[in-house]
Every structure is written in structure tokens, then in C-alpha cells.
């Protein structure tokens, strides 16, 4: 069971702080039932409950800072989706996504990146639907990391790259 103040990540909404437990926090919930209230931390305006015996709603707790420094050292090794095919390539994006791992985040991150470099030597656009993958695989990975290791979301992409390059 997660406590008050923990961070997890929770498969509909991203990374949430559980704000507290409580007992039927609505009126139309279940009086014998206790839920995780929750907030987002990329949208602070709403409130989520989630109960805490839901075995249907995906919550995970998030990785810890040695957790988030092997996942660094593992990124040049992570492989790409290989597929030819949009429609089954846009299918692996997205079970890579429902898996809600980071590795499989980092999988999505660096197939797009590969696919825009291909893309552009032909003169071609990357889909909105790709880009679309990518940019939610950065923001779990980014602020997953960025809470793990005390950083800001923000300078991730560049810690991480330059985390790589010392590596090398």
C-alpha cells in the first residue's frame, strides 16, 4: 500500500502524488471502500481517486535514485522497435506504452528519434501520432527521473545525453 506524500505512477493519468487515503471521499462511492487521492503533477487542477484494493487501475511505485542511475547506464543498450509497417509499428508503440516501464519508454524515445533521422534524408515528416509517442515517453521518463535523482524535468534531455557521453 502506498502512504500520503509518495509519488507513483498511475497508467491513465502519468506520475501522481498521493495527497492522502480516505474513506468514501464522494458521495456516491462506496462507504466501505478507501481510495488514494491523488494530483497529477503535469495538470495540479484536478483530483483522481483510485481505490486502494483496485486490482483493475494500474499503479506503480516510481524508481528510486539507484534505480534511475542503472536505467542511465542502460539506455545505450536499449534497442529500437523494428517494424516496416505503420499500422503494426504504431501497435508496438503503443504496448510499449501500456506496459508503463521506463525501458520500453526508452525504446519509443529512440525508435522515433531513429525514424525522424530516416524520415529526414528522404524529405519526408514524421507522423503526428509518432510524435505523439515519443512526447508522452519523455514526459513519464523525464519527470520519472527528474524526481528520482532531485533534478528539474526540464534539464533531463540534456542530463541524460550527457550522461551517455561520459559513458562512451
Same mark, same amino acid.
Given at each position: 500500500?502506498?502512504?500520503?506524500?509518495?509519488?507513483?505512477?498511475?497508467?491513465?493519468?502519468?506520475?501522481?502524488?498521493?495527497?492522502?487515503?480516505?474513506?468514501?471521499?464522494?458521495?456516491?462511492?462506496?462507504?466501505?471502500?478507501?481510495?488514494?487521492?491523488?494530483?497529477?503533477?503535469?495538470?495540479?487542477?484536478?483530483?483522481?481517486?483510485?481505490?486502494?484494493? @483496485?486490482?483493475?487501475?494500474?499503479?506503480? =511505485?516510481? *524508481?528510486?535514485? !539507484?534505480? #534511475?542511475? /542503472? %536505467?542511465?547506464?542502460?539506455?545505450?543498450?536499449?534497442?529500437?522497435?523494428?517494424?516496416?509497417?505503420?499500422?503494426?509499428?504504431?501497435?508496438?508503440?503503443?504496448?510499449?506504452?501500456?506496459?508503463?516501464?521506463?525501458?520500453?519508454?526508452?525504446?519509443?524515445?529512440?525508435?522515433?528519434?531513429?525514424?525522424?533521422?530516416?524520415?529526414?534524408?528522404?524529405?519526408?515528416?514524421?507522423?503526428?501520432?509518432?510524435? @505523439?509517442?515519443?512526447?508522452?515517453?519523455? =514526459?513519464? *521518463?523525464?519527470? !520519472?527521473? #527528474?524526481? /528520482? %535523482?532531485?533534478?528539474?524535468?526540464?534539464?533531463?534531455?540534456?542530463?541524460?545525453?550527457?550522461?551517455?557521453?561520459?559513458?562512451?
Amino acid at each position: 500500500m502506498f502512504q500520503p506524500e509518495e509519488y507513483v505512477f498511475y497508467g491513465s493519468g502519468g506520475i501522481c502524488r498521493i495527497t492522502d487515503i480516505q474513506t468514501a471521499p464522494l458521495d456516491n462511492m462506496p462507504a466501505d471502500r478507501r481510495y488514494y487521492v491523488m494530483q497529477s503533477i503535469h495538470d495540479q487542477s484536478g483530483v483522481i481517486y483510485v481505490p486502494v484494493d @483496485s486490482e483493475c487501475v494500474f499503479l506503480r =511505485r516510481l *524508481l528510486n535514485r !539507484e534505480e #534511475a542511475e /542503472a %536505467l542511465l547506464d542502460e539506455i545505450p543498450a536499449v534497442g529500437t522497435i523494428e517494424e516496416s509497417n505503420a499500422k503494426l509499428l504504431r501497435n508496438k508503440y503503443t504496448e510499449a506504452m501500456r506496459t508503463h516501464e521506463p525501458l520500453e519508454w526508452v525504446r519509443v524515445i529512440k525508435t522515433v528519434y531513429r525514424r525522424t533521422g530516416e524520415k529526414a534524408s528522404r524529405a519526408q515528416r514524421l507522423s503526428e501520432t509518432e510524435r @505523439s509517442f515519443a512526447e508522452n515517453a519523455k =514526459r513519464y *521518463l523525464y519527470s !520519472e527521473l #527528474a524526481l /528520482a %535523482l532531485g533534478l528539474k524535468e526540464a534539464d533531463m534531455e540534456n542530463y541524460i545525453t550527457e550522461h551517455i557521453r561520459q559513458m562512451a
